[in-house]
């Protein structure tokens, strides 16, 4: 079977590039190693976390709210059996999405491992052992990510364990150990201290979620603690141990200090994500790894003309939709368009609740750039939308340059930010200065105008509702 262009992984990037490929008249193939399309996003990532989160906030605002509204019920309880159940129904539903969508674009699916015979070769091995060859024109390695494991402490999918096996929990922790305050271990670890369980988050830098701005992470910090989690940062975490019915975790402070043991029966590693290569044969063709990664240039291609790479196996965030755009940028690279992508605003977010989002420069980084800049901020608890909804929890953040007022950055703490940065990233790929945007007309009452308020504390200092 001869092909113009073979995708070997299925997940955001893989997918959308075998699309945007088919749609410009290549003929297409698409290798995945599991039985369902989708990759980690769909499977065991994004979309099943964001099912359970969202289940879990329809419960703490059953039992802690719906009083308030004058909504009176029986005390809730929670069925996690029928909340597992939900998740893997939309799961299911999202993959038999994608599966429709490759038949609609004539998109052929080959099941099982994808490894290089050439560079114009690829075999596909399934479970059962058969073996199918096919070649192509062009290569395009999207094979995702896999969690990154303590060296000292393997999951062993029982009690110390991943994001995959937290995502199909049996019962609600008596007390669930979290180790890692990034992304992953903030969302999963909300879901279940909203459900009853005791969580403890042990993070070895000084911030949660280090990677974005640092208001965003303290501001984190406190309504995470408000939801009855504990917080230990700045802590290295230096054993864990299984004892059969429970998780012992030691951790030490990098500062100094009295050393931390906590006991659990569930431990959460969520340190990071390993670009995930085995079993490609990419020696077969020359390529050799470097930290992990797929070596690729400014247009994400290898050191062999005709094999790309995208998503998390090459630099950059490992986000579903960073990979999405690099997709379409490779398919229409390959038809002789000029696709870019703006690194800068690809937003992050985290869906906690209240969520967090963010695009452009942190605070943190224009100051180590030295570069000159202003700040405006805005809080929920000033907002009259905020007030309806009793979302008061959050702030928004706006970073702009000093002498011209261009927006470097919006970082959101608050309920619907994860809609909202949308709008951040609009202005700011229109390089619209902090003033452009607090004189355009924001619909009254929306938590949008919290931006327009930031805007108006970053222009002229002079937000009309504080």
Not at 201 to 207: A, H, Q, R
Not at 266 to 272: A, D, F, M, N, Q
Not at 434 to 441: K, N, T
Request: aromatic share 6%.
């Amino acid at each position: 079977m001869q092909y113009n262009v073979i995708v070997i992984g299925s997940g955001p990037g893989g997918y959308v590039a075998a699309i945007r490929a088919a749609q410009l008249g290549f003929k297409t193939a698409i290798v995945e190693k599991y039985d369902t399309l989708g990759g980690t996003c769909l499977n065991v990532g994004c979309i099943p976390s964001k099912a359970l989160l969202d289940s879990s906030e329809h419960f703490i605002n059953a039992k802690e709210h719906f009083a308030e509204h004058g909504i009176d019920i029986p005390a809730p309880k929670v069925n996690i059996g029928q909340m597992i159940k939900r998740k893997s129904d939309v799961v299911k539903s999202n993959v038999d999405g994608i599966a429709f969508l490759m038949k609609k674009n004539k998109i052929d699916v080959h099941t099982g491992v994808g490894s290089f015979v050439d560079k114009n070769t690829i075999k596909v091995t399934g479970k059962d052992g058969k073996e199918t060859t096919i070649t192509t024109d062009k290569v395009i390695i999207a094979t995702g990510s896999k969690p990154t494991p303590l060296p000292f402490a393997a999951f062993d999918k029982k009690r110390i364990i991943s994001s995959t096996e937290a995502l199909e929990l049996k019962e609600v922790p008596k007390h669930l150990i979290v180790i890692g305050g990034g992304v992953i271990g903030m969302e999963l670890g909300s879901v279940y201290a909203r459900i009853g369980a005791k969580v403890t988050v042990v993070e070895f830098l000084d911030s949660l979620i280090p990677t974005m701005d640092g208001t965003m992470g303290k501001e984190l910090s406190r309504v995470a603690k408000k939801l009855g989690m504990d917080i230990f940062l700045g802590h290295k975490v230096t054993a864990v141990e299984n004892t059969g019915n429970e998780v012992v975790v030691k951790a030490e402070p990098k500062n100094g200090g009295n050393a931390l043991e906590l006991k659990g029966d569930y431990c959460l590693v969520s340190i990071g994500r390993r670009p995930y290569t085995d079993g490609l044969g990419l020696d077969k063709i020359g390529i050799e790894t470097v930290k992990g990664q797929i070596p690729v240039d400014d247009h994400l291609k290898t050191k062999v003309d005709n094999v790309y790479a995208i998503g998390d196996v090459v630099r950059g965030a490992m986000l579903a939709h960073k990979a999405e755009e690099e997709g379409v940028y490779v398919a229409e690279q390959m038809a002789g368009q000029k696709p870019h992508v703006n690194y800068l605003l690809i937003p992050g977010v985290v869906y906690t609740w209240p969520e967090v989002a963010s695009v452009g420069y942190t605070e943190e980084q224009l100051k180590q750039s030295g570069r000159a800049y202003k700040t405006g901020s805005f809080p929920y608890k000033a907002l009259g939308r905020a007030r309806a909804s009793m979302d008061t929890d959050g702030l928004v953040k706006v970073l702009a340059d000093k002498q011209t007022d261009e927006i470097l950055g919006i970082h959101i703490i608050g309920a619907r930010a994860a809609d909202m940065i949308a709008a951040g990233v609009t202005a700011m790929e229109f390089r619209a200065s902090a003033e452009d945007v607090a004189r355009m007309s924001h619909a009254h009452p929306t938590y949008m105008e919290a931006v327009k308020e930031a805007c108006l504390a970053a222009t002229a200092n002079r937000p009309i509702h504080i």
